[in-house]
Structures are given as C-alpha cells and as structure tokens.
C-alpha cells in the first residue's frame, strides 16, 4: 500500500490550495482516510479525517469551516481542499490510511499507512 501526497506550494494568507492523495491498489474504497501537518519544531498534529462507507468526516477545530476532505473512490484519491489559509497553517502534509475504517480516528497511531508529506507555505 503507498500514498502519494501532492499538491502543496507557496501561497498568500487567504488564498486556497487543494492537496491530493493518490492511493495505490483499492484502499481508497474500504480504508478511512486522514490527513495530517506537521509545522517547523512542533508534533504531528491531526487535520481531518473520512470514512470510506459513508464518507462521514471530522476535523480539527483550528482548521473547521476553511477545510474541507473528500474522496473520489473510483480514482482511489481524497482531497484537502484549504481555503482561507492562514500563515499557522505552515507545515508539512501528510496523508494517512486506517485499514479499520475506524470514526473520528484522529491518534497518528490509528493509521497503517503514509504518504511522504508535501509542503504547504502561507505568507502574510
């Protein structure tokens, strides 16, 4: 299994981008699906997360209202679409994978499988 984050790039404090993560073999169509940041000097932190079945999502509260995950399963693919970023959203993305499909997974110990990050940069 192998992810592959794309997407990420230098842009202005309220401008948008859209992260894609492309999912080897068919665990887009059973597997939850999250992604996660880490910024300069600070832990992994949780950023949002969708179910397979029923396409529930969750998100971190710093992110609720401007972020927005989705899946396309046929093309084995979730989104992050960021909208009104802030230079706080700084950091490294990455995409994870939780073979249980678990709700509301939002520990990185809940996830199998990474992707190798792609680097999101807002300035002010």
């Known amino acids: 299994v192998q992810l592959q984050a794309s997407g990420g790039g230098l842009v202005q404090a309220g401008g948008s981008l859209r992260l894609s993560c492309a999912a080897s073999?068919?665990?887009?169509?059973?597997?939850?699906m999250a992604w996660f940041r880490q910024a300069p000097g600070k832990e992994r932190e949780f950023v949002a997360g969708?179910?397979?079945?029923?396409?529930?999502?969750w998100y971190a509260d710093s992110v609720k209202g401007r972020f927005t995950i989705s899946r396309d399963n046929a093309e084995n693919t979730v989104f992050l679409q960021m909208n009104s970023l802030k230079p706080e959203d700084t950091a490294v993305y990455y995409c994870?994978?939780?073979?249980?499909?678990?709700?509301?997974?939002?520990?990185?110990?809940?996830?199998?499988?990474w992707g190798q990050g792609t680097l999101v940069t807002v300035s002010s």
């Open positions: 969708i179910r397979a079945n029923d396409g529930r999502t």
């Open positions: 994870a994978a939780d073979p249980l499909n678990r709700w509301y997974a939002v520990s990185q110990a809940l996830y199998d499988y």
């Open positions: 073999g068919r665990i887009a169509s059973s597997y939850a």
